[in-house]
């Protein structure tokens, strides 16, 4: 593969200090993470205009990346000001459900997240469920009402995120039945240019994530490339979650 074609996709979720939230990455890290980020001369990118690459639509002319945050925690705000102020972009995945909640973004801050340049708001859900161990009709509820409250507040809400990165094959139809022209997935993978514009791979930083391997994720190193054959390597896993769910409770991703 042309090595030019790897895109490391990071997911964050909050940016601040928390010693019991392995998820949170403190400001100083991540000050640190946009320095690297600046430094790998990799082109910003929001995660629709990484879609136009990954369905054909436009040729990989240089080496990019891509900064997506879920969740949609009230901190989000200030870490994305502190991206776009140094000409970086980012993808905010928001839980519509959690909107205004205490920690949360309100309903006003998402506007003004949708607002600004360089930055996209996409959809999470209403309630963040495994949408794989739903019904049909809940999963379309959960995928179409969560596009239609960022809508409500201005979004385009055109790219979606599966909570806990859980999908397969017909929650990924619901998503572009419902108008998304991409998603994105967890996988904990380097995405490239043959992924897939509907289950993009990217790769988890955590507390325990260390600036070294943050640079080794923008050479394009440090993590497998986005795997293929999606629904086999989905389903093995949601077994291994079902077995591992009482000893494992409160993962998310
Ligand atoms: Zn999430």
Known sequence: MDTRSIVPVLLYHRIAWSANDRYAVSPSSFASHLQAILGSGRTPLTISELAEFLRGTAAMKRKYIAITFDDGYAETLEAVVALT??????????????????????????????????????????SHPYLDELGRTEVEQEVVRSRQTLQALGCMAGSFAYPHGAYDASVR?????????????????????????????????????????????????????????????????????????????????
């Open 85 to 126: 102020d140094l000409g970086l972009k980012a993808t905010v995945y928001v839980t519509t459900g959690l909107i205004g909640s205490l920690g949360m973004l309100t309903p006003e801050q998402v506007q003004t997240l949708a607002s600004m340049q360089g930055v996209e708001v996409g959809a999470h859900t209403v």
């Open 173 to 253: 139809a619901a998503v572009i039945e419902a108008g998304f022209g991409s998603a994105a997935g967890v996988k904990n993978a380097l995405s490239h240019g043959r992924d897939d514009p509907w289950a993009i791979a990217r790769y988890t930083v955590s507390q325990s994530t260390s600036l070294k391997q943050v640079t080794r994720l923008l050479e394009g190193r440090g993590a497998p490339l986005a795997w293929t054959h999606e629904r086999l390597r989905t389903r093995a896993y949601r077994v291994a979650r079902r077995f591992g769910r009482r000893v494992s409770f409160g993962t998310r991703f």
